[in-house]
């Protein structure tokens, strides 16, 4: 939490343990680290917006109980990136057998129809000017975060993925290999 807070101060400690000429690229790496995890979150934080709204609004017409806070999980799910959609639609899915099974064939056909729309349309749209990691990158690497931490190295899995793409990118393929590359993050 303290890192979050005020990243300046420990990166400035950080950047105390490099040779002095590579400090100033270190730095201009965590510049673009953080621009590029403030893009991908705002881009995830557009996708969570739409599918919670149009899931609570959909989840009301169909008069689902706790429409509201069905429509807030699948929300907040949406941010883990292909597998937070499942999770968020597995609890309206279960409320509405309450209701009735057909009800509940019902809410399943609307988050199939909301993440279609979410996937095809709102998501890129939201990505085309923010950072963007291929859909099989991110799958492998949820996977392997899920290996190695569970459900939160599934949750952390991507937004890690982002910060480590912008070292690689910099710190090697333009500075090792010499390959000039747009880095994510820089606008």
Excluded: C, K
């Excluded at 934080?45 to 429409?67: N, Q, R």
């Excluded at 990691?133 to 975060?145: D, E, F, K, R, S």
Aim: glycine share 10%; aromatic share 8%.
């Amino acid at each position: 939490m303290y890192l979050v807070l005020n990243p300046g101060v420990y990166i400035g400690h950080l950047l105390l343990l490099l040779p002095v000429d590579r400090r100033s690229r270190v730095a201009q790496m965590f510049h673009l680290q953080g621009q590029a995890l403030r893009l991908w979150l705002l881009g995830r934080l557009v996708s969570m917006v739409f599918v919670g709204v149009t899931s609570a609004i959909g989840l009301l017409l169909l008069d689902v109980p706790m429409a509201l806070t069905l429509g807030l999980i699948a929300g907040l799910a949406t941010f883990i990136p292909y597998l937070g959609p499942i999770l968020g639609a597995i609890p309206a899915v279960l409320v509405a057998f309450l209701v009735s099974p057909m009800v509940a064939l019902y809410v399943a056909i609307l988050y199939f129809v909301i993440e279609s729309v979410e996937s095809s349309l709102i998501y890129p749209l939201a990505q085309r000017h923010v950072v963007h990691i291929p859909p099989a990158y991110t799958v492998l690497i949820q996977i392997g975060g899920g290996v190695l931490g569970g459900l939160p190295g599934v949750i952390l899995a991507t937004p890690l993925a982002v910060v480590a793409a912008v070292a690689i990118q910099m710190l090697y393929v333009e500075d090792v290999l010499g390959e000039s590359v747009e880095v994510l993050g820089d606008q």
